[in-house]
């Protein structure tokens, strides 16, 4: 069987395990956020917080339990790898340092999960799980809670009320993520990813000599990193490992794992909204753009040229050979257009085109799914921005899902739209002019320049998959690229929160013959092309300079 053809199955493959769990997961979501009844352990959280998941929030009084929850989620992580030496399981290993220690707390709050530090080499077992792990299955939660708070915005009339973020937060956890997880790891340890608390051990290798691992729970820590499109990895190779991804069927249920809850909500929408067809609508926008990068990806890595890559059968640097150019290439497609960030394979040792193109699915918005809850509340900011501009040419105001899109709707799209180019471009330029940032690139030219753009767009889009060849582990790159990692997390969360507010307080108002349908395939086309046509214009002259002219050269 022909590598191509292999990758042509997997895809296949993966397409039919998606669909079959589209519908009972999305319906599930949406009876989770819809009930009214409470199991007794979310009692005891809400007991424990002083919260009641009874009371209705305005969008203020939201985004206020988003930030505090999220602040403390920052403290607690800085102090707990501060005072790692001391903790029992820490395997040795020291305290971190004061900015890794920020980065790091910025990085699994903001569910990005960029690492500039050696996990298996720097994190000792408490910090992994009762830290790290922990991040991601809140942080995730966090992410549906903010999604569901704009959903109800569109379903709900004129009480501007989003539900209680602690009921949102707490269900989320224990009624979605913490039973998927048990299942994930179960299958993960059957594939032969370990699950142990166990020491630095030395280990034969086969070229003579020793090498020291340690162990860890690693697959209850890998299924929650992708589940939640938080990417943070067990051990530095991340999913490369085969401690974390063992055999190309593990790495196939990984893809699934980061899919499966981003395209599941679009179900989710329909069903609270009333309209599964505007549900289709958005889950057709968000395939059409997947299917596309994925297919753009198999093409530049397999186009190949010369007797080695012959033989290899593509561009296989920097990929592993349990997984080959197909495996790599639809896991970096999917990482990368969601806010995943895990990698299998070096993005830096793709080729030309190809390391662009996980860049522009970073910059797109991660929103094809995109990732947990963020990649929904981001495409329907850019179906507002779609509905806008269609209004702008027939000459009437636009409407979307029955609530219309006014001048304080399309700011508030329009401020979310430009906060997270403006970090990228911004950190981007200064980490460029700059002569001590500039000493950490590996490489000069416009490979070097895609180094610093990459861990920039990585940052601040809360992805957290890197380029490598970047040293980033320094006081610069861990203190811009740690504000880059929060302030790309909460400042679009605000815009979100306070249109979702706007549109709840709006009556609804009746279609009638000159409304735009939103759930048919002409809508769908309009916002793919206003989302290409958003990137292209802010992002092509960076990438122009950057993998662009890589590839032509």
Known sequence: MSPLLAAVLQLLALVAALALTYRPLGDHMARVYSSTRHLRVEKWMYKAVGADPGTGMRWPAYLRGVLAFSAAGVLFLYLLQRLQGGLPG????SSIDPDQAFNTAASFVANTNWQSYY??????????????????????????????????????????????????????????????????????????????????????????????????????QEVIKELGTNGGGYFNANSAHPFENPTPFS????????????????????????SLRQGHAILATMGTIWIGFTALMMWTEFHHGGPALDLAGGAMEGKETRFGVGGSSIFAVATTLTSTGAVNSFHSSFTGFGGGITMLGMQLGEIAPGGVGSGLYGMLIMAVVAVFIAGLMVGRTPEYLGKKIGTREIKLAACYILITPALVLCFTAASTALPTPADSMTNSGAHGFSEILYAFTSGANNNGSAFAGLNADTQWFNTTI????????????????ALAGSLAGQRPVPATAGTLRTEKPLFTGLLVGTIMIIAGLTYFPALALGPLAEGLA
């Open 482 to 497: 740690g504000l880059a990692m929060l302030l790309g997390r909460f400042l679009p969360m605000v815009f979100v929160l």
């Open 251 to 274: 790495n196939l249920f990984e893809i699934f794992l980061i899919l499966v809850i981003p395209f599941a909500l679009t179900r989710t929408f329909g069903r609270m909204t009333g």
């Open 90 to 93: 820490s395997l040795g290993f």
């Open 119 to 220: 996990g298996e080499q720097a994190m000792g077992h408490v910090v992994q799980t009762g830290g790290l792990a922990v991040q991601n299955f809140v942080s995730a939660a966090v992410g549906i809670a903010v999604a569901i708070a704009l959903v109800r915005g569109f379903a709900h009339s004129r009480n501007g009320e989003l539900g209680n973020f602690w009921a949102d937060l707490v269900r989320g956890v224990v009624r979605i993520l913490l039973p998927m997880s048990v299942i994930g790891a179960v299958v993960l340890v059957a594939c032969g990813a370990i699950q142990n608390f166990a020491g630095i051990h030395e280990v034969g290798q086969f070229s003579g000599g020793t090498q020291q691992w340690n162990g860890g729970a690693v697959a209850s």
